[in-house]
C-alpha cells in the first residue's frame, strides 16, 4: 500500500512552494528555505516543498503516533536531501529516524549532517540524547565507556553552542562523574550554580558528588540554605543523607521528616527516615515507618526484612518470623533475606536450621561462580555466620574447618578467618592450638598489632601473665592507654591485683572520651570485684552506666554482682533485664537473670532463663551449674546429676585462667550430696518401717 499525504497538509505545501521559495524564511526554524544550499532557485523550492511535507508528516507522528507518517516524513526528508544535501535536512531525518527507534540510521544520519556543517546544534544535541539512551543498553563495561566518551564529546559540543542549555550541561557533569572524573564535574555543576543558584538539578548533583566523596560537610554547607528557598523534598532528602554520614541522626531525622511532609508518596524519603531512627535504635518509630511502607510497596522484600530485623532485636521472635516469611515470598534466593533467616534460627537456638540454610546458600553463590555467573560478594560474612552456627551447636570441628575454608576466599577474609579460627580453639579449651595459631598468624602478617593483642590474651588465658605483659609492653603501635587496659586485664586474669588496679587506672586517666573512660571504668570496677572490694566495684560500674546506660557487658556484671551475694535482687533483676533486652540470645546474661530469680525464690522463671541460657551456651560449666541447682531444687534429681557431671567435664576443658577449683569442689559436694539423698529414699522405698 503507497503512503500519502492528506490534501490539507499537500495544499499547505504547494502554496508554500510558491510564495517562500523566493527568499522568505518560515516562522519555525528548521523549515525556512532561505537555508538550503541548492543554488538553483527552482531546485531549492521543489527541495523545499519535500522537505515541508516531511516536516508536517513528522508533527503528525508526534501527534497521532503512527508509523506510517514518521515512514511518509522519512521518504520526502530522503527526497528533499535528493535534490538539496543541506545539513538542516539530514538533521531533521536523524530526528525522526530516532523518534522511530532506528538508532543506527539516527546516528548515521546525525554524523552525516555534522560533516556537512560541524556546528549544527540539533545534531549534537540529537546524537547526546541517542548515546545517554544506550548508556542503560551497553552490553559491557567497555562498551558502556565508549558510549560515555562519545556522549560526552556532543554534550561539550552543546554547551560550547549553547550556554544556555542547563538540561545538557547536567548530564555533562552526570557523565563525568560516571567517568571518574569528580573535579569536571563539580566545576560543571558549580557554572550551573552561578547563572542558576536554585536549580535543584546541579544541587542535588552536587550534594551527591560531596556525599560520594566523603565529603558531608560540604555537601550540608551547601544544601542548608538551599533547601529552605527551594522547598524541594529531594533536597531535604540528601540533607538528611549527608547528616546521616556524620552520624548526626537527629538532624539527619528532622530533614528526612520534612522530606515526608513534602512528599509524604514518595517511598524513598520515608527510607530514609526509617533507617535514621534505625541508626538511632528508635526501634518503634523505625518499625512504624517500614510497616508504612510495606503498605507503600506490598511487593518489596527489604521493607519486610527489616521489619523482620526490628522484631528480631526486640526479641519478638514470632513476628519477626512472620515479616521474614513475607520478604521470602518475594524474594526467596536473596542473599541477605536468607542470612538472616539464619540469624533467626540461632536467636531461637534453632542450630542446626540455621547451618542448612547458610550451607545451601554458599553452594548456591559456588555454583553461580562454577558457571560462570556473578555471585554476591557475600561468601565471607556467610561462611562466618556459619562457623558460629557450628560452635553454637556445640560442634566445634566444623567449625573450625569452616574458618579454614573461609581463609581461601582472600586477604581479607584469610586475615578475619585466622582470628575466628583462634578465638574457636580458644573457646573449645584448646589453648595450645589457640597459641599455635596465634604464633603462625603473627608470623605472616608483619607487624599486625590486633594479632600481637590477641596472642597476648591467650598468654593471659593460659596463665602465662609475665610473658603477656612483655608482648604486649612490646608493641609500638598501640597507644599508651589502651597498652595500659590490656595489662590490667590479664594481670586481673593473672590475679596480680595490685598490678591490674595501677595499670587500669592509668587507663582511666588517659582515656578522653566517653567511650574509653567507660571501658576503663568497667575494668577497674571488675577488679575491685575479684578483691570484694565491692563498694569501690559498684562506684565504678555506676560510673560506666552513666556515660553508657545501655552497655549490656557492664549492666550484666552490675546485676549478677549483686545477684550472687544475693542482696538488692529487685534492682539486679533490674540491671540484668536491661542487659538481656540489649543482646537476647546471651547465653551469660541469661544465666545471670535466671540466677539472680533463682536466689530471688522465683524458680520457675530460674528454670525458664536457665535453659534459654543453655540453649545458647550449653558448654558453659557455670551456666550448666546453676540449671543443676534448679533441678536439684525442684526434685528433678536425676536431671541435677546429669547437667552437673556435664559441667565437671567442662570445667576439665576450662581455660587455665578460667578454672575454679572452689567450683569444682562445690560441685563434687552436691553430687555426693545428691547420690546420698537419692540412697537414701530408695532404701526408704525398699525398707519402710
Given at each position: 500500500?503507497?503512503?500519502?499525504?492528506?490534501?490539507?497538509?499537500?495544499?499547505?505545501?504547494?502554496?508554500?512552494?510558491?510564495?517562500?521559495?523566493?527568499?522568505?524564511?518560515?516562522?519555525?526554524?528548521?523549515?525556512?528555505?532561505?537555508?538550503?544550499s541548492?543554488?538553483?532557485?527552482?531546485?531549492?523550492?521543489?527541495?523545499?516543498?519535500?522537505?515541508?511535507?516531511?516536516?508536517?508528516?513528522?508533527?503528525?507522528?508526534?501527534?497521532?503516533?503512527?508509523?506510517?507518517?514518521?515512514?511518509?516524513?522519512?521518504?520526502?526528508?530522503?527526497?528533499?536531501?535528493?535534490?538539496?544535501?543541506?545539513?538542516?535536512?539530514?538533521?531533521?531525518?536523524?530526528?525522526?529516524?530516532?523518534?522511530?527507534?532506528?538508532?543506527?540510521d539516527?546516528?548515521?544520519?546525525?554524523?552525516?549532517?555534522?560533516?556537512?556543517?560541524?556546528?549544527?546544534?540539533?545534531?549534537?544535541?540529537?546524537?547526546?540524547?541517542?548515546?545517554?539512551?544506550?548508556?542503560?543498553?551497553?552490553?559491557?563495561?567497555?562498551?558502556?565507556?565508549?558510549?560515555?566518551?562519545?556522549?560526552?564529546?556532543?554534550?561539550?559540543?552543546?554547551?560550547?553552542?549553547?550556554?544556555?542549555?542547563?538540561?545538557?550541561?547536567?548530564?555533562?557533569?552526570?557523565?563525568?562523574?560516571?567517568?571518574?572524573?569528580?573535579?569536571?564535574?563539580?566545576?560543571?555543576?558549580?557554572?550551573?550554580?552561578?547563572?542558576?543558584?536554585?536549580?535543584?538539578?546541579?544541587?542535588?548533583?552536587?550534594?551527591?558528588?560531596?556525599?560520594?566523596?566523603?565529603?558531608p560537610?560540604?555537601?550540608?554547607?551547601l544544601?542548608?540554605?538551599?533547601?529552605?528557598?527551594?522547598?524541594?523534598?529531594?533536597?531535604?532528602?540528601?540533607?538528611?543523607?549527608?547528616?546521616?554520614k556524620?552520624?548526626?541522626?537527629?538532624?539527619?531525622?528532622?530533614?528526612?521528616?520534612?522530606?515526608?511532609?513534602?512528599?509524604?508518596?514518595?517511598?524513598?524519603?520515608?527510607?530514609?527516615?526509617?533507617?535514621?531512627?534505625?541508626?538511632?535504635?528508635?526501634?518503634?518509630?523505625?518499625?512504624?515507618?517500614?510497616?508504612?511502607?510495606?503498605?507503600?510497596?506490598?511487593?518489596?522484600?527489604?521493607?519486610?526484612?527489616?521489619?523482620?530485623?526490628?522484631?528480631?532485636?526486640?526479641?519478638?521472635?514470632?513476628?519477626?518470623?512472620?515479616?521474614?516469611?513475607?520478604?521470602?515470598?518475594?524474594?526467596?534466593?536473596?542473599?541477605?533475606?536468607?542470612?538472616?533467616e539464619?540469624?533467626?534460627?540461632?536467636?531461637?537456638?534453632?542450630?542446626?536450621?540455621?547451618?542448612?540454610?547458610?550451607?545451601?546458600?554458599?553452594?548456591?553463590?559456588?555454583?553461580?561462580?562454577?558457571?560462570?555467573?556473578?555471585g554476591?560478594?557475600?561468601?565471607?560474612?556467610?561462611?562466618?555466620?556459619?562457623?558460629?552456627?557450628?560452635?553454637?551447636?556445640?560442634?566445634?570441628?566444623?567449625?573450625?574447618?569452616?574458618?579454614?575454608?573461609?581463609?581461601?576466599?582472600?586477604?581479607?577474609?584469610?586475615?578475619?578467618?585466622?582470628l575466628?579460627?583462634?578465638?574457636?580453639?580458644?573457646?573449645?579449651?584448646?589453648?595450645?592450638?589457640?597459641?599455635?595459631?596465634?604464633?603462625?598468624?603473627?608470623?605472616?602478617?608483619?607487624?599486625?598489632?590486633?594479632?600481637?593483642?590477641?596472642?597476648?590474651?591467650l598468654?593471659?588465658?593460659?596463665?602465662?601473665?609475665?610473658?603477656?605483659a612483655?608482648?604486649?609492653?612490646?608493641?609500638?603501635?598501640?597507644?599508651?592507654?589502651?597498652?595500659?587496659?590490656?595489662?590490667?586485664?590479664?594481670?586481673?586474669?593473672?590475679?596480680?591485683?595490685?598490678?591490674?588496679?595501677?595499670?587500669?587506672?592509668?587507663?582511666?586517666?588517659?582515656?578522653?572520651?566517653?567511650?574509653?573512660?567507660?571501658?576503663?571504668?568497667?575494668?577497674?570496677?571488675?577488679?575491685?570485684?575479684?578483691?570484694?572490694?565491692?563498694?569501690?566495684?559498684?562506684?565504678?560500674?555506676?560510673?560506666?552506666?552513666?556515660?553508657?546506660?545501655?552497655?549490656?557487658?557492664?549492666?550484666?556484671?552490675?546485676?549478677?554482682?549483686?545477684?550472687?551475694?544475693?542482696?538488692?535482687?529487685?534492682?539486679?533483676?533490674?540491671?540484668?533485664?536491661?542487659?538481656?533486652?540489649?543482646?537476647?540470645?546471651?547465653?551469660?546474661?541469661?544465666?545471670?537473670?535466671?540466677?539472680?530469680?533463682?536466689?530471688?525464690?522465683?524458680?520457675?522463671?530460674?528454670?525458664?532463663?536457665?535453659?534459654?541460657?543453655?540453649a545458647?551456651?550449653?558448654?558453659?560449666?557455670?551456666?550448666l551449674?546453676?540449671l543443676?541447682?534448679?533441678?536439684?531444687?525442684?526434685?528433678?534429681?536425676?536431671?541435677?546429676?546429669?547437667?552437673?557431671?556435664k559441667?565437671?567435664?567442662?570445667?576439665?576443658?576450662?581455660?587455665?585462667?578460667?578454672?575454679?577449683?572452689?567450683?569444682?569442689?562445690?560441685?563434687?559436694?552436691?553430687?555426693?550430696?545428691?547420690?546420698?539423698?537419692?540412697?537414701?529414699?530408695?532404701?526408704?522405698?525398699?525398707?519402710?518401717?
Amino acid at each position: 500500500m503507497k503512503t500519502y499525504v492528506t490534501g490539507t497538509i499537500l495544499a499547505i505545501c504547494l502554496c508554500a512552494t510558491g510564495a517562500m521559495a523566493q527568499s522568505s524564511t518560515s516562522d519555525d526554524g528548521a523549515s525556512g528555505a532561505a537555508i538550503f544550499s541548492q543554488p538553483d532557485q527552482a531546485k531549492r523550492a521543489e527541495a523545499y516543498a519535500d522537505f515541508m511535507i516531511g516536516h508536517l508528516a513528522e508533527r503528525q507522528f508526534e501527534t497521532t503516533g503512527k508509523p506510517e507518517e514518521a515512514q511518509q516524513a522519512v521518504e520526502y526528508y530522503k527526497k528533499a536531501l535528493a535534490i538539496d544535501s543541506d545539513a538542516s535536512i539530514t538533521e531533521r531525518l536523524a530526528e525522526v529516524y530516532a523518534a522511530m527507534e532506528r538508532t543506527s540510521d539516527a546516528i548515521r544520519a546525525a554524523k552525516q549532517a555534522l560533516e556537512q556543517d560541524a556546528d549544527n546544534l540539533a545534531a549534537h544535541r540529537l546524537l547526546a540524547h541517542i548515546y545517554i539512551r544506550q548508556l542503560g543498553n551497553a552490553s559491557s563495561e567497555t562498551n558502556q565507556s565508549d558510549v560515555i566518551t562519545a556522549a560526552v564529546e556532543q554534550l561539550q559540543a552543546v554547551e560550547r553552542l549553547d550556554g544556555s542549555d542547563l538540561e545538557s550541561q547536567l548530564w555533562l557533569a552526570h557523565l563525568y562523574g560516571f567517568e571518574n572524573k569528580p573535579e569536571l564535574a563539580e566545576q560543571e555543576l558549580k557554572k550551573i550554580l552561578t547563572h542558576s543558584p536554585a536549580n535543584p538539578g546541579a544541587l542535588g548533583q552536587l550534594s551527591q558528588l560531596y556525599l560520594d566523596e566523603g565529603h558531608p560537610e560540604q555537601a550540608i554547607a551547601l544544601l542548608k540554605d538551599a533547601v529552605a528557598s527551594s522547598q524541594d523534598a529531594d533536597l531535604y532528602d540528601l540533607l538528611g543523607d549527608a547528616y546521616a554520614k556524620t552520624h548526626d541522626n537527629a538532624k539527619a531525622e528532622a530533614a528526612y521528616e520534612q522530606a515526608v511532609k513534602m512528599d509524604p508518596d514518595e517511598a524513598s524519603h520515608r527510607k530514609g527516615l526509617a533507617q535514621a531512627y534505625l541508626s538511632d535504635e528508635n526501634y518503634e518509630k523505625a518499625l512504624a515507618q517500614y510497616e508504612k511502607l510495606s503498605q507503600m510497596e506490598p511487593d518489596n522484600a527489604e521493607n519486610y526484612l527489616r521489619i523482620s530485623q526490628i522484631y528480631r532485636h526486640m526479641n519478638q521472635l514470632d513476628k519477626s518470623q512472620t515479616a521474614l516469611e513475607q520478604a521470602k515470598k518475594y524474594a526467596p534466593d536473596n542473599v541477605e533475606v536468607l542470612y538472616n533467616e539464619a540469624l533467626l534460627d540461632e536467636a531461637q537456638a534453632r542450630y542446626k536450621d540455621a547451618i542448612q540454610v547458610l550451607s545451601d546458600t554458599i553452594a548456591g553463590i559456588k555454583a553461580q561462580q562454577a558457571a560462570g555467573q556473578p555471585g554476591p560478594s557475600a561468601l565471607a560474612i556467610l561462611y562466618e555466620q556459619l562457623g558460629m552456627a557450628h560452635r553454637g551447636a556445640g560442634d566445634y570441628a566444623s567449625a573450625e574447618r569452616t574458618f579454614e575454608q573461609m581463609q581461601e576466599l582472600g586477604p581479607a577474609s584469610k586475615r578475619r578467618g585466622e582470628l575466628l579460627l583462634i578465638d574457636t580453639y580458644r573457646a573449645s579449651g584448646d589453648i595450645k592450638a589457640a597459641l599455635a595459631e596465634a604464633q603462625k598468624a603473627r608470623s605472616t602478617s608483619g607487624s599486625d598489632e590486633s594479632l600481637g593483642v590477641t596472642y597476648a590474651m591467650l598468654l593471659g588465658d593460659n596463665n602465662q601473665t609475665e610473658d603477656a605483659a612483655r608482648v604486649l609492653r612490646g608493641l609500638s603501635g598501640q597507644s599508651k592507654r589502651d597498652t595500659y587496659l590490656d595489662l590490667a586485664q590479664v594481670e586481673e586474669r593473672g590475679k596480680r591485683y595490685s598490678e591490674a588496679e595501677k595499670d587500669a587506672s592509668k587507663a582511666l586517666e588517659l582515656s578522653k572520651d566517653s567511650g574509653d573512660q567507660e571501658s576503663a571504668s568497667f575494668m577497674l570496677g571488675a577488679i575491685y570485684d575479684d578483691q570484694k572490694r565491692y563498694n569501690e566495684a559498684e562506684k565504678m560500674f555506676r560510673k560506666s552506666l552513666e556515660l553508657n546506660p545501655h552497655d549490656a557487658m557492664v549492666l550484666n556484671y552490675y546485676g549478677y554482682m549483686l545477684a550472687d551475694r544475693g542482696i538488692r535482687l529487685d534492682e539486679a533483676i533490674s540491671l540484668i533485664h536491661k542487659a538481656v533486652d540489649e543482646d537476647p540470645t546471651n547465653g551469660a546474661y541469661l544465666d545471670s537473670l535466671g540466677w539472680a530469680y533463682f536466689k530471688q525464690g522465683n524458680i520457675p522463671e530460674a528454670e525458664k532463663y536457665l535453659q534459654q541460657a543453655v540453649a545458647h551456651d550449653g558448654d558453659d560449666p557455670t551456666i550448666l551449674g546453676h540449671l543443676g541447682d534448679v533441678y536439684a531444687k525442684t526434685g528433678q534429681s536425676e536431671r541435677a546429676e546429669q547437667v552437673w557431671q556435664k559441667a565437671l567435664q567442662r570445667w576439665q576443658k576450662a581455660l587455665p585462667a578460667d578454672y575454679k577449683p572452689e567450683k569444682v569442689a562445690e560441685l563434687h559436694s552436691k553430687l555426693k550430696n545428691l547420690k546420698n539423698r537419692v540412697a537414701q529414699r530408695s532404701s526408704s522405698a525398699v525398707n519402710p518401717r
